[in-house]
């Protein structure tokens, strides 16, 4: 973190070292977008990245909030469903179970109803009465930006339970004690008189003085030169378009068109650009990606001409004297999140490959956020909703660059009292190195708590209550009194008892696993885990049993954990079906994703392959029938794959055996 920015260092210790929930704010251009990357690379905990819109979890990194916590798209009333987490599958709970840190950007945008149904599920997923179930939420964003969709049938139904449509409303927030941090550092603009009239807009407070040098820059009938890089921020969309065709239609020469390549699972809201992506020389166009490689050539917003093409080559000259830019197709990931072992990584759900591109003489406001323009044409004339003159405004680096298609009012600036209202009280609460210590302390308190916090295992031990009848009243029911009146100075004598019951109950487990298997390979893979879950918390009582608790030794301990044990007898339950086949289709899934240049979950998810093992399938529609194959991919690796079953089941059966058709 930048060693000049005292508030990013206050918001990275609370992110390290408390659990409390975290309001990142501040001005366009402070460098949000830039604390989140790095927040990426260097935090320890176990975290989750999802944003309100499609755009605004790729450009983050991350998932929409929708699809990580699979929630319907309508008003959530609080205290309807009790259990939305009850139709998730195991992977999904267990992932949302080690989750630690969840980031929030783009929160500005998120409905009430929305964060309490998220604090509902992590509560019932990690059987804990603290908000969010004890995860610790990051809310990145600007609330003088763009605000909450919501139509007024939703807003008829939700007005009930909030006052506002903005998170900060949602119920969870008035019980989970929160700490706003504002970066107030400007990167973007450095002109002083310029970062002074933004900040009266983002304050709904534009004295005349300011509107007035605001309106210099209102040029009428204003027409760029084809090289003077322009782009215009406008509120519709349909005007945007408008004005991108009418320019390309203008150009004289040959149009070339080029598709994208969609990959597995990538949301068509989420397509950073054309899909079939229409090009002339002399278009003015945007990049809309940041430069991959070591030179960092271009970012995301960058403008530029489209100066010759060849081939699936685009070359874009960006300024007068700038240097051509050779540009090929790159490719966009949708993010998802799986658990492996006890590390939450990331995976690729789906892609979307496309030359970085798209046409720029126009763009909408709603789809410039986060984007930096030298030169911009800003009309916000029919603007409708609150944030938008700002958000326009501030995309520009100087008042210079910037021209007004029609003169701005202070009626243009749609503000909305209840964000002053908000801002004003939460500065009043502003954290400070004496808070984070609080912090720090109540956080070492909830980590003690958690090392006793025995919800889990009541859970994991359905199924196997006759096999422990102790584990009940020795150890949960201890643990559930011992919390109730929770003492760090007991937590060495309280960690020597629960590590001799949990001894006792795991040994017990241990020697009962062999006739599990015979029993039920279900009910045997379940007690594998249950014992792995019991031995990583021996080892923590072992610890504690020894040395007074803390918060850094706590955190240390629970990164690694114990995956393994003397499982040999195990290894059966394991084996996938015709698992010879499984090997060959892993083997040829990674020759395939070689030639193709993509990640190996991209040709075929293991699960998937598992399942192609098993099932056999003998045609197309069989194979596409398969769950992670779908009709695009049968057709597309049909033949090979069902070449690998006729060779598999031509080795197990007799010569001559009669093979059916493809189709």
């Known amino acids: 973190m930048n060693e000049l920015n005292p508030a990013m260092h206050l918001a990275a210790d609370y992110l390290e070292s408390t659990n409390t929930v975290i309001f990142l704010t501040g001005k366009a251009g402070t460098g949000k977008t830039t604390f989140l990357q790095n927040l990426k690379q260097i935090s320890k905990k176990k975290l989750a990245v999802a944003a309100p819109t499609g755009v605004a979890a790729i450009n983050a990194g991350g998932m929409t909030i929708h699809s990580l916590f699979q929630l319907p798209f309508g008003p959530l009333l609080p205290g309807g469903d009790s259990r939305p987490d009850i139709h998730y599958n195991p992977e999904k709970k267990e992932l949302l179970s080690s989750l630690e840190l969840l980031i929030i950007d783009e929160i500005s945008m998120v409905r009430p109803d929305v964060l309490d149904q998220i604090d509902l599920?992590?509560?019932?997923?990690?059987?804990?009465?603290?908000?969010?179930?004890?995860?610790?939420?990051?809310?990145?964003?600007?609330?003088?930006?763009?605000?909450?969709?919501?139509?007024?049938?939703?807003w008829a139904v939700l007005r009930r339970y909030y006052t506002t449509s903005y998170f900060f409303s949602a119920l969870v927030m008035?019980?989970?004690?929160?700490?706003?941090?504002?970066?107030?550092?400007?990167?973007?603009?450095?002109?002083?008189?310029?970062?002074?009239?933004?900040?009266?807009?983002?304050?709904?407070?534009?004295?005349?003085?300011?509107?007035?040098?605001?309106?210099?820059?209102?040029?009428?009938?204003?027409?760029p030169a084809t090289d003077d890089p322009y782009i215009t921020l406008t509120t519709h969309n349909s005007i945007a378009q408008q004005v991108n065709t009418e320019f390309l239609e203008a150009l004289q020469g040959q149009e070339f068109e080029f598709a994208a390549t969609v990959r597995g699972d990538f949301p068509k809201d989420a397509y950073p650009t054309e899909i079939n992506l229409k090009l002339?020389?002399?278009?003015?166009?945007?990049?809309?990606?940041?430069?991959?490689?070591?030179?960092?050539?271009?970012?995301?917003?960058?403008?530029?001409?489209?100066?010759?093409?060849?081939?699936?080559?685009?070359?874009?000259?960006?300024?007068?004297?700038?240097?051509?830019?050779?540009?090929?197709?790159?490719?966009?990931?949708?993010?998802?999140?799986?658990?492996?072992?006890?590390?939450?990584?990331?995976?690729?759900?789906?892609?979307?490959?496309?030359?970085?591109?798209?046409?720029?003489?126009?763009?909408?406001?709603?789809?410039?956020?986060?984007?930096?323009?030298?030169?911009?044409?800003?009309?916000?004339?029919?603007?409708?909703?609150?944030?938008?003159?700002?958000?326009?405004?501030?995309?520009?680096?100087?008042?210079?660059?910037?021209?007004?298609?029609?003169?701005?009012?202070?009626?243009?600036?749609?503000?909305?009292?209840?964000?002053?209202?908000?801002?004003?009280?939460?500065?009043?609460?502003?954290?400070?190195?004496?808070?984070?210590?609080?912090?720090?302390?109540?956080?070492?308190?909830?980590?003690?708590?958690?090392?006793?916090?025995?919800?889990?295992?009541?859970?994991?031990?359905?199924?196997?209550?006759?096999?422990?009848?102790?584990?009940?009243?020795?150890?949960?029911?201890?643990?559930?009194?011992?919390t109730k009146q929770l003492k760090t100075e007991r937590s060495l004598q309280a960690a020597a008892y629960f590590l001799e019951k949990l001894t006792v109950a795991t040994e017990s487990l241990h020697q009962q696993l062999p006739g599990l298997i015979g029993q039920s390979k279900e009910l045997a893979k379940k007690a594998d885990q249950l014992i792995i879950w019991l031995m990583n918390r021996i080892r923590l009582m072992e610890y504690f049993a020894q040395a007074s608790f803390t918060t850094a030794v706590y955190l240390e301990l629970t990164k690694e954990k114990v995956k393994t044990y003397d499982r040999s007898y195990l290894k059966a339950l394991n084996a996938p079906p015709n698992e010879k086949l499984y090997e060959q289709i892993l083997e040829w899934r990674e020759k395939a994703a070689v030639k193709e240049n993509i990640m190996p979950n991209m040709v075929l998810s293991e699960k998937t392959a598992a399942a192609i093992a098993e099932r056999l399938p003998d045609t197309l529609k069989a194979l596409g029938v398969i769950k992670g194959i779908g009709a695009h991919k049968a057709t597309q690796y049909g033949p090979e794959l069902i070449g690998l079953i006729r060779s598999y089941q031509q080795e197990l059966q007799s010569p001559g055996t009669e093979q059916v058709s493809l189709f």
């Open 121 to 154: 599920i992590l509560r019932n997923i990690k059987d804990s009465n603290h908000p969010f179930g004890g995860v610790q939420l990051l809310l990145i964003g600007d609330l003088s930006q763009l605000s909450p969709i919501i139509r007024d049938e939703e």
């Open 174 to 223: 008035q019980k989970a004690p929160y700490a706003r941090i504002e970066l107030d550092h400007v990167y973007r603009q450095k002109e002083q008189a310029f970062v002074d009239i933004l900040n009266e807009v983002r304050n709904q407070q534009v004295s005349a003085k300011s509107l007035a040098l605001l309106n210099t820059r209102y040029i009428p009938d204003f027409r």
């Open 280 to 482: 002339k020389i002399g278009a003015q166009v945007m990049f809309v990606k940041n430069d991959g490689s070591a030179e960092k050539l271009y970012y995301n917003g960058k403008i530029g001409t489209v100066s010759q093409i060849k081939g699936n080559t685009v070359f874009v000259q960006c300024g007068r004297e700038g240097k051509e830019l050779a540009v090929e197709t790159v490719e966009w990931t949708n993010v998802k999140y799986q658990l492996d072992g006890e590390a939450i990584n990331e995976s690729n759900a789906g892609s979307f490959a496309q030359i970085p591109l798209k046409l720029a003489w126009a763009i909408t406001i709603h789809k410039s956020q986060g984007l930096t323009f030298d030169k911009a044409i800003i009309d916000v004339s029919e603007a409708f909703a609150s944030g938008q003159a700002y958000v326009a405004l501030s995309r520009c680096r100087t008042l210079s660059g910037m021209i007004l298609r029609n003169p701005i009012g202070s009626h243009n600036i749609i503000g909305d009292p209840a964000v002053i209202r908000f801002n004003e009280q939460a500065t009043l609460i502003t954290p400070d190195a004496y808070t984070l210590q609080r912090d720090q302390q109540l956080y070492e308190k909830y980590l003690l708590g958690e090392l006793f916090n025995f919800g889990a295992l009541q859970t994991r031990l359905k199924g196997f209550e006759i096999l422990l009848p102790d584990l009940e009243k020795e150890i949960i029911s201890v643990a559930l009194k011992f």
